[in-house]
């Protein structure tokens, strides 16, 4: 039996190469060994406020672009979150089950809340009980989270044994995955610091942005006053970062990679790191991403049925669950 993995992503525009080589690359590896579960969480991203038609086109584009990143929809089950009932309705029976302490304490939404003091709803607030029913919801052995996600993770677990130690075993408790390779691609502004959407367009090299884009963001990469080229992160963020960039898009390691720029100039390093990414990554996306998002019908159609294959993993487990705490099915 295959372990089952599942994560979700939240429609908020697009992705970078840092997502890119840091896990949607990695989860391509992953597709044959697991059961894995991709959902594109709408029912979370609506509780901060958002522009409908955003909404609307971003998880559409999210779609596709999962898919042009090369997840193949036929081994993994890529859907929309609001495409399947169950998460809402897990959600609810699971709020039965989650004290107002626990979510209290989560930093997230202490986060979040601080940031959107004007709207600190309910689904805010809940918002990891959620997270909790998709990652239940599937009987899920492994969730591959980040930092930020642990707590919240934690908190499934907690939530998936209270419960099974009423009732029985009803859940799958769910663990930390943590995938095996995966570069850690630094900011361009500010290589000390992680590429994030958050810090600024010049920090991020998008998934779709347009060659000429990618070029202008590499040529202005910050390095330092120095002129050799060398792997030393701790005192060459800057150089390090674009050749560990290198290294990912051309599939070699950060020792080849560093021969290859051997003499060179900091220049020469940054024009074929940028047609590095643009040849092996972001052009062969694209071309792939153009033609998903020009199929709407294609791609509603692949929506549909990864929304049914999810279903059919989910029902059985909302199923036992409501018969657990003794609903008439
Ligand atoms: N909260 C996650 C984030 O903001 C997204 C998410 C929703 C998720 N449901 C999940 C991640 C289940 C892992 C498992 O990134």
Sequence with gaps: MKKTIFSGMQPTGVAHIGNYFGAIKNWVSLQDEYNCLYSIVDLHAITIRQNPEELYQNTLNALALYMACGLDPDKNTIYIQSHYHGHAELCWLLSCFTYMGELGRMTQYKDKSAKNADNINLGLFAYPTLQTADILLFGTHLVPVGDDQK??????????????????????????????????????????????????????????????????KFKRAVTDSDTEIRYDPENKAGISGLLEIYAAACNVDIAAAQREFEGKQYGHLKTTVAQAVIDNVTTPIQTKYNHLIKNPDHLANIAKSSAEKAASIGNPVLEKTKKAVGLVL
Excluded: C, W
Excluded at 169 to 186: L, M, N, Q, S, Y
């Design 151 to 216: 707590q919240h993770l934690e908190l499934a677990r907690d939530i998936a044994i209270r419960f099974n130690n009423i009732y029985g075993d009803v859940f799958t408790v769910p663990e930390v995955f943590t995938p095996k390779t995966g570069a850690r691609i630094k900011s361009l502004s500010d290589p000390t610091k992680k590429m994030s959407k958050s810090d600024g367009e010049a920090n991020y090299v998008g998934i779709l942005d347009p060659a000429d884009v990618v070029m202008k």
